[in-house]
């Protein structure tokens, strides 16, 4: 491995260890500023005066831009495959710090998620060479780009004065929707600002256009929009659920954005589409497991509240023996205590 691959190796990992970290330090600000004022899932914004939260925030900050330095040193397909672990750093911190339990199910569906992901990333096609920010405003107002641009707005527009304000407090899908969809269209946006960036240093100044300062405008929105549904999110469900199901969202449709934009299914063959699909499946049984876990909880105490007296009583009973049990009681001394 080349000395310029190893920065990116050590950018990308440090990247996944801040955004990893990020999710655990916003939750818990969160929480300390729901306990005072309005929660961040019933619409208040109390948030923006807790410290705890601006760390957490600053700390994904960083760990995008470690992301962002990452890919000037090192392939997107050696980069890109390592945010998977901010999923398993988010999991465990959550489990360790904020007491969040994921149940083995959640672990297999993380497992899963982070494979299809990974295949799906590692068989993507090579993003084609950019010369100058007005070919991809030409790219991006292309109709098959402008075709999914307007899907997403209306979908998101729908999950947002339709179903948020219905199933926003049960369904983590509704927020996780929003922000991963506004986050494809800033992505490619994004692209284009870091393509400006670096024809500009260059020599070549992309800074006189008015399109690098749209796809600005865009990029801004967008991140605005996904920071403010993301913490209605973090702040309804638990964090090792959101962290997972929004690496996957995100990361798939901003693929598919990708795609479409810069029209790489023209450089595949039908392997790599037949790897994908399965990448898509994969992620697909992953998600839908983490989806469940949440409710395993509920859904055990709820059959044990449905269970007879009769063996309720007899359950009861056991518990009671095995605790005699631990604590060195031999079980005919048990039967003697119980005897009135």
Known sequence: MSSDNIKGLILALSSSIFIGSSFIVKKKGLK?????????????????????????MITMVVGEIANFAAYAFAPAILVTPLGALSIIISAALAHIILRER????????????????????LHAPAEREIESVIEV??????????LYAALVITAVFILIFHYIPQYGQTHIMVYIGVC?????????SVKAIGIALKLTLSGMNQLIYPQTWAFTLIVIVCVLTQMNYL???????????????????????TIL???????????????QIVTEMCGFVTILAGTFLLH????????????????TPSMSLRLSKHADDDDLESEGIPLRRQESL???
Not at 137 to 146: D, G, H, K, R
Not at 180 to 188: E, I, N
Not at 258 to 270: E, G, L
Request: neutral net charge; glycine residues 10%; hydrophobic residues 45%.
């Open 102 to 121: 994921l149940h083995i199910f959640g672990i297999l569906g993380c497992i899963l998620c982070v494979v299809g992901s990974t295949t799906i990333v």
């Open 338 to 340: 119980r005897t009135p």
């Open 292 to 307: 469940k876990t949440k409710d395993l909880g509920d859904g055990m105490l709820h059959f044990c509240s449905s269970l």
């Open 231 to 253: 913490n209605m999110a973090l702040d309804t469900f638990n964090t090792a659920v959101v962290s997972p199901i929004y690496y996957v969202m995100f990361t798939s449709l």
């Open 32 to 56: 300390k500023a729901g306990a005072s004022g309005v929660r961040a899932g019933f619409g208040g914004y109390s948030y923006l005066y807790e410290p705890l939260w601006w760390v957490g």
């Open 180 to 188: 991963s969809l506004v986050g494809s269209l800033s992505v490619m």
């Open 137 to 146: 405003w030409n790219l991006a107002t292309e109709p098959a780009f402008l």
């Open 257 to 271: 954005a990708s795609v479409i934009m810069f029209k790489d299914w023209d450089r595949q063959n039908p392997t």
